[in-house]
């Protein structure tokens, strides 16, 4: 990423034009925290969006489209996305049995409110180190068992067949939260929603992302604060694990990535991590 900041009579625009993609207007709170490179107050933000010729504003909402269909829609995706949420949150609850289980988060779409009914639910899952192959052999046994895993094999993330399962497309190991930096996996990153936290795991996992700050530092520095006064005990989850673990999932992972092989595309797939939706790989 370039040293070179954007004007800051752009940061409002800017912030609106990375989430126009998604027809996802946003309110001056939102685009003051999600302002791209640039720091500015609040007050300074709020003026660039009345004074901007190119941004438009429709109740709560500002966006670059004149049309007020997009605040209408998020209104919408809102109430879809309720549902959804309380889907996670028992999924989530069941998970956090599994021991070698340190993080759920839901990301994606959900993660904004911005669902269809027909939508999946995103989840990223952080597990003790030397155990992410066992621990996926088990979290995707119990989805299976329960009719609630996503087929692996379907691309789309919007359809009948896909509406309101669980797509487990994102795995890290305590050793492997380092992420490749980009705009949109900084977003991902600070997106993320948190349901079941085991030892301040959402704390590491924002610090070892830390590079996410010269992307939104705004964004950055407030999530990190809601995290921050976490303590960090040091647990079994934390050390290293024996051998006999070790092998254990190292079989789990020969096992697993030979059957997944065949359909394998974009993938990103190690031992302590596994990329699983393609656009997150990137």
């Given amino acids: 990423m370039g040293s070179k900041l954007p004007p800051p009579d752009w940061s409002a625009r800017l912030a609106l034009k990375y989430f126009h993609r998604y027809n996802y207007p946003l309110t001056i709170r939102e685009i003051y925290f999600w302002q791209p490179q640039t720091s500015l107050p609040l007050s300074q933000i709020a003026r660039l969006c009345v004074s901007d010729p190119h941004i438009f504003h429709h109740g709560d909402y500002y966006s670059l489209s004149a049309s007020p269909r997009l605040s209408r829609l998020r209104r919408q995706s809102r109430v879809f996305s309720t549902p959804k949420w309380e889907i996670a949150r028992q999924v989530s609850k069941k998970l956090s049995r599994i021991s070698t289980i340190l993080g759920v988060f839901v990301t994606g779409s959900l993660a904004m409110d911005n669902c269809q009914p027909s939508d999946d639910i995103d989840i990223m899952l952080i597990t003790a180190s030397d155990s992410l192959w066992i621990t996926r052999f088990l979290v995707a046994l119990y989805l299976k068992t329960t009719g609630l895993r996503r087929p692996p094999h379907l691309l789309e993330h919007s359809s009948p067949r896909v509406a309101d399962k669980i797509c487990d497309n994102l795995y890290l190991d305590l050793n492997n939260l380092q992420i490749k930096q980009s705009l949109y996996l900084a977003h991902e990153t600070l997106q993320a929603i948190c349901l079941f936290d085991r030892g301040g795991v959402h704390h590491r996992f924002l610090t070892a992302n830390s590079w996410v700050k010269s992307y939104l530092p705004i964004a950055y520095r407030q999530t990190l604060k809601k995290t921050s006064q976490i303590n960090l005990p040091t647990n079994r989850h934390g050390q290293s694990t024996n051998l006999i673990i070790k ?20 993938e990103k797939i190690g031992l302590g991590f596994a990329f699983f939706h393609p656009q997150s790989a990137n």
């Fill in 247 to 266: 092998l254990i999932n190292y079989i789990f992972y020969v096992i697993q990535y030979l059957y997944m092989q065949p359909r394998l595309t974009s």
